[in-house]
């Protein structure tokens, strides 16, 4: 495993780590499905202590995720090797009201503690707000809170998940130090103008969905279903889903790359060629996918004739033959 930087917190994250939203399990917010089919606790805690064993230090997850159960899981199987490891949780998807967000002081505070006690920890390394709207960004108190908690010694570092690149350009201007931020094969907006901005103002940047929600592994085609509680039936309605797979399959030529096995390595090699990125988080179910994501810290990056590739399929929506 190789390590990374993680902006100015201080901290060295695996560049492979773990994202852990699929093992929480099915959840909805409201009547919208908001968690993943197929999770077995027992897989997710041997998933967990096998990305340990493997050089993994940089679990990410949300008290949003299962309503806590990942967290419950992470301390499960971490728990004793706690200082050994960096954990970044999130706070905002309101777990009383599943309808809304909430990122009032007396809101983070109280969800704070309660993730300290399903984490079994004493402190977060890293405390995200999770998705807030761009008006709550731009008025900025939030981050007082988050401020006042670091000086506690609850939280050592603070940052935010966002759904779009400005979200997170306004949210450097209130001094946070990590983004979270989809980007993938798929979805490259954020090289644009955020990425520059992070390693300007030296923000580090923590990848999530880079398998876009489990496309960019191979395993699905347009004749997909998925199940109604997974959040990916709504997320990947059929018209959508066929025109990822018809992108997806353009990338294809990716696995004549060396060193790569599968398209799941591909797609983390991707996402780890650019130099913002401090870590990318791919989820993992079980021992065999977190084995597979590992490979992709190798040190053997995709080829500059791949990434170029790549890069003009992109520009010209992935219709070039």
């Not at 064993?53 to 008290?63: C, H, Y």
């Not at 971490?78 to 009032?104: E, M, P, W, Y």
């Not at 650019?274 to 990318?280: E, R």
């Not at 992709?296 to 004739?305: R, T, V």
Request: net charge positive; glycine share 10%.
């Amino acid at each position: 495993m190789r390590y990374r930087k993680l902006g100015n917190t201080g901290y060295e994250v695996s560049e492979v780590g773990m994202g852990t939203w699929a093992i929480g399990g099915v959840s909805w917010r409201g009547k919208r499905p908001s968690g993943w089919e197929g999770a077995d606790d027992e897989e997710s805690l041997k998933a967990l202590r096998k990305a340990r064993e493997l050089g993994v230090n940089f679990f990410d997850t949300a008290d949003a995720y299962g309503r806590g159960k990942s967290e419950v899981l992470i301390s499960l199987a971490l728990g004793k090797h706690r200082d050994q490891c960096i954990i970044a949780t999130k706070v905002g998807n309101n777990l009383i009201d599943t309808r809304g967000q909430d990122f009032s002081r007396e809101y983070i505070i109280g969800a704070l503690n309660a993730s300290l006690v399903r984490l079994g920890s004493e402190y977060v390394d890293v405390y995200q707000l999770h998705n807030p709207p761009l008006e709550i960004i731009k008025k900025g108190e939030v981050f007082d809170v988050l401020r006042e908690l670091k000086e506690s010694g609850k939280i050592k570092a603070f940052g935010i998940s966002i759904g779009k690149p400005e979200e997170g350009i306004e949210a450097i201007k209130h001094g946070v130090e990590t983004i979270q931020v989809v980007y993938n094969l798929l979805y490259q907006e954020p090289a644009k103008e955020l990425f520059p901005l992070a390693m300007e103002k030296k923000v580090g940047i923590i990848a999530r969905v880079p398998l876009a929600s489990g496309l960019l592994t191979g395993k699905y085609n347009e004749n997909t279903v998925f199940p109604k509680s997974d959040h990916r039936s709504v997320s990947y309605p059929p018209e959508r889903l066929k025109k990822e797979i018809k992108k997806v399959r353009k990338l294809e030529f990716l696995l004549e790359e060396e060193g790569v096995e599968s398209m799941a390595q591909a797609a983390l090699k991707f996402v780890l060629s650019h130099k913002a990125v401090s870590t990318v988080i791919p989820g993992a179910k079980n021992e065999r996918q977190v084995m597979e994501n590992v490979k992709a810290s190798d040190g053997k990056p995709l080829s500059p004739q791949a990434l170029q590739k790549i890069q003009d399929l992109y520009q010209n929506n992935f219709y070039l033959d």
